[in-house]
């Protein structure tokens, strides 16, 4: 397999999978300051030309929870359960890509992404919207985690890898991560996973 990756947000839930089931991934780093994921050949592969996209054997896939499902899949693992814990997974794999990535992403975009790639100074209307959506809907995810462990049932599973996917940044993109301790106590959790702490391939620094 060969996972096509930067040190950006959306690989890196591939990677931290990659990484944490110790998947056989021969990793391609794709510098996107060099426009490296808009090359002809990069694009037959994903034409949206984004990262990441994974290449095993004659199947292509692109979109990271897609990537995700298929690493734990093919490593029979209960990242992605095949019971009835996988509607819960779809369940907060929608909320995240519809709402909460979208929020936490924003921020991430307004403070880190535009000062590394030089696009431009922090937007203060999108902030100011973004922190107040990302403050509701992480009262949602407070609430649910008050007596749980993790999202869906008493393991991990690709949903934790994905809803926490902007809280690694929380500090740098001004995410109020501490007003929801709950949320909080749930990331420090998965932060003591090496594979989310650290999941990108020794290359580049992480953004
Ligand atoms: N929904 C896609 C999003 C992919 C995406 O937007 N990737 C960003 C990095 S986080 C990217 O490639 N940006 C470069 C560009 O759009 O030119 C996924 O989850 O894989």
Known sequence: MKLYWSDVLSPRKACAVAKYLQSPVEYAYLDLARGEHKTPEYLVLNPNGKVPTLVDGARTLWEADAIMCHLAARADSGLWPQDDRQIEVIRWLSWDLAHFYRSGGTLYFEYIIKQRFGLGSVDPVEVKQATDEWRRLASVLDGHLRDRHWLVGGGITIADF??????????????????????RRWHDRLSELEAWRDPFPALAAAA
């Open 162 to 183: 994905a809803v926490a996917a902007t809280l690694p940044y929380a500090q740098r993109a001004h995410i109020p991560l501490d007003e929801f301790p709950n949320v």
